[in-house]
């Protein structure tokens, strides 16, 4: 079977640690506005924690889903600053990132961490979003594969019951917040040994999507390579018209 044609395109936002209660409001209210224009694309945005409560109300029956940028591993307990993923539930979230460069670059995740990360949220019924990627020096040296293999390890372990409810993310770190985003070809190469590591599970039906400086103008080229089934936006996210354009194209 041709596991794209059952792919639905899902286009999330990670606003990152952007954003007011008073800018939300505006970007909110001209998503809600606004996504009649999008159809066969299920559309996400994942907010900092803060502000879990005010998107909720606002998306809530609008058909936009939301969700956090990252999750704790734990449940409960003394974890001074942790959200846990029952706390998200709370919230109504329905993803979360985990894995995202930023927090593997900044806050020391490791690939074994973020693969808990997965398992706990799972666990509470949300969808983790687990993101890969290469940095510039490691696509230089030809490690792409390597490194993507060795992040997806401890996550593919979970095995195939886990993996087909999670969705995973292409990000090259090089291309994320750069302006550089790979050529559809050079990320669909590196979805499509993706997607061969998920066949080999069973699991081919499992949506993934490709980040880093995804815009309105390319989208289209991305979303035509046959492995990619969406995207995660970040910049372009922050604007209610251009991101609806992206999960539009
Ligand atoms: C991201 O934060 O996941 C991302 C892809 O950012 P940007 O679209 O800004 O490159």
Same mark, same amino acid.
């Given at each position: 079977m041709n596991t794209a044609?059952?792919?639905k395109r899902l286009v999330i936002g990670n606003w990152k640690m952007h954003g007011t209660r008073a800018t939300n409001a505006t970007l909110l209210t001209g998503l809600c506005a606004g996504v009649a224009v999008v159809h066969d694309c299920d559309l996400a945005v994942c907010a900092p924690f803060p502000y879990l409560g005010q998107v909720s109300a606002c998306l809530h029956g609008s058909g936009i889903s939301w969700g956090a940028q990252d999750v704790s591993k734990h449940e409960q307990g003394a974890f001074t600053g942790e959200v846990s993923p029952a706390m998200l539930n709370d919230f109504g979230c329905q993803w979360a990132l985990v894995g995202h460069s930023e927090r593997r670059?900044?806050? /020391? +995740?490791? *690939?074994?961490?973020? @693969? +808990?990360?997965?398992? $706990?949220?799972?666990?509470?019924?949300? !969808?983790? #979003?687990?993101?890969?990627? +290469?940095?510039? @020096?490691?696509? +230089?040296?030809?490690? !792409? !594969?390597?490194?993507?293999?060795?992040?997806? &390890?401890? #996550?593919?372990?979970?095995? $195939?019951?886990?993996?087909?409810?999670?969705?995973? &993310?292409?990000?090259? #770190?090089? =291309?994320?917040?750069? /302006?550089?985003?790979? !050529?559809p070809q050079q990320a669909q190469d590196v979805h499509a040994f993706i997607r061969s590591q998920l066949s080999g599970l069973g699991v081919p039906q499992v949506r993934v999507l490709y980040g880093g400086s995804v815009k309105a103008s390319n989208a289209l080229s991305l979303f035509a390579m046959s492995d990619i *089934?969406?995207?995660?936006?970040?910049? =372009?996210s922050l604007v209610a018209e251009e991101f609806l354009r992206i999960a539009a194209a």
């Open positions: 044609l059952i792919r670059a900044f806050h /020391g +995740e490791s *690939d074994q961490l973020v @693969a +808990e990360k997965a398992a $706990a949220a799972l666990k509470a019924g949300i !969808t983790p #979003v687990v993101c890969v990627g +290469e940095t510039r @020096a490691e696509q +230089e040296a030809g490690l !792409t !594969t390597e490194v993507i293999s060795r992040q997806l &390890a401890p #996550v593919l372990a979970l095995g $195939a019951e886990s993996l087909a409810k999670m969705v995973l &993310a292409y990000e090259p #770190v090089w =291309a994320i917040g750069t /302006g550089l985003t790979a !050529t *089934d969406g995207a995660l936006v970040g910049g =372009a």
